[in-house]
C-alpha cells in the first residue's frame, strides 16, 4: 500500500464521535484523507439524522471517503422501501423497531415517534414525509466490501474459504461466530465492526473497530499502512498489534 488510509467503525447515531473522529483524520492526514466507513451509520445512538446529513453531505461534494453497507443500514433501508421490519439474523420475536435493535431512536431523530399500537404502514407514511430522499438514495447505495492491497474492509466479517466474489450480503453483513472464531490466515487483513468489543483490537488475522460506539464508548478511527495499523487518538497516533 502506497498510502495511507482510514477507517472508521460503527458509528449508531453518535455525531459528535463522528466529527471527532473525523477531525483527528484530518489532523493526521489532511482534509483529502481516503477514509472507509464501515457501516451502522444508524440505530441506537442520539442523531442518526444528523449522522447522515454529514456523510450525505461528504458524498455530495467529492470527499475521499467510501461508505460500506451494515446491517443496521440495510434494516432502515428495508422499511423505507416497503415497511418490512423483519430481518432472519435476528433473534426469534426481534425486529427493527425492537427496543434492542434502534430503529426507534432512528426514526425519532427525524422526528418520527408511534405507538406500540399503531400499524406499520402508518409509521412508514410518516417516515417517507420525514426523511430526506437523498438520505434514502444514500442507503441504497452502500456498497458490500472495499479491497485495497492487503487489506480488505467489510462490515462484518467474510466466510473463512470462501473467495470474495463469492462472499455473500447476508455474510459480509451479518456473520459472526465462523468469522470471528477462526484463527488461520485469510488473503487479506480483514478490518470489520459488527461485533462490539470493549475497545478496537487486532487478532493477527483481522482488526475489529467496533469499540461500541452504539453503546456510548468511544469511536476510535484507525490508519492503515500496508498491514501496519494505529489507533488515532488526542496525543497522536498508537499503534494496534496482535
Request: glycine share 12%.
Amino acid at each position: 500500500m502506497t498510502s495511507a488510509i482510514y477507517a472508521i467503525g460503527d458509528i449508531h447515531g453518535q455525531l459528535e464521535m463522528l466529527e471527532n473522529a473525523l477531525h483527528l483524520i484530518e489532523q493526521d492526514g489532511g482534509r483529502d484523507a481516503r477514509i472507509v466507513f464501515l457501516g451502522d451509520y444508524v440505530d441506537r445512538g442520539p442523531d442518526c439524522r444528523g449522522v447522515l446529513d454529514l456523510l450525505v453531505a461528504g458524498q455530495k461534494v467529492g470527499r475521499n471517503w467510501v461508505f460500506l453497507l451494515g446491517n443496521h443500514d440495510r434494516m432502515f433501508a428495508r422499511f423505507m422501501h416497503d415497511g418490512s421490519t423483519a430481518e432472519a439474523k435476528l433473534r426469534i420475536g426481534e425486529h427493527w423497531l425492537h427496543a434492542r435493535l434502534g430503529g426507534t431512536e432512528t426514526l425519532a431523530s427525524y422526528g418520527v415517534t408511534y405507538t406500540e399500537e399503531e400499524r406499520v404502514y402508518k409509521i412508514l407514511d410518516r417516515a417517507r414525509a420525514a426523511v430526506p430522499s437523498d438520505h434514502v438514495d444514500f442507503l441504497n447505495r452502500l456498497v458490500t466490501y472495499h479491497h485495497q492491497d492487503e487489506v480488505l474492509f467489510v462490515h462484518a466479517g467474510i466466510r473463512p474459504g470462501v473467495s470474495l466474489a463469492d462472499q455473500t450480503e447476508e455474510d459480509l453483513i451479518w456473520i459472526r461466530g465462523e468469522f470471528l472464531d477462526d484463527p488461520g490466515p485469510h488473503p487479506w487483513l480483514v478490518v470489520h465492526g459488527h461485533t462490539p468489543a470493549e475497545q478496537a483490537e487486532h487478532r493477527g488475522n483481522r482488526i475489529n473497530l467496533d469499540g461500541g460506539a452504539g453503546m456510548g464508548r468511544p469511536l476510535v478511527p484507525a490508519v492503515f499502512e500496508g498491514q501496519d495499523c494505529w489507533l488515532l487518538t488526542n496525543d497522536g497516533r498508537v499503534p494496534l498489534i496482535p
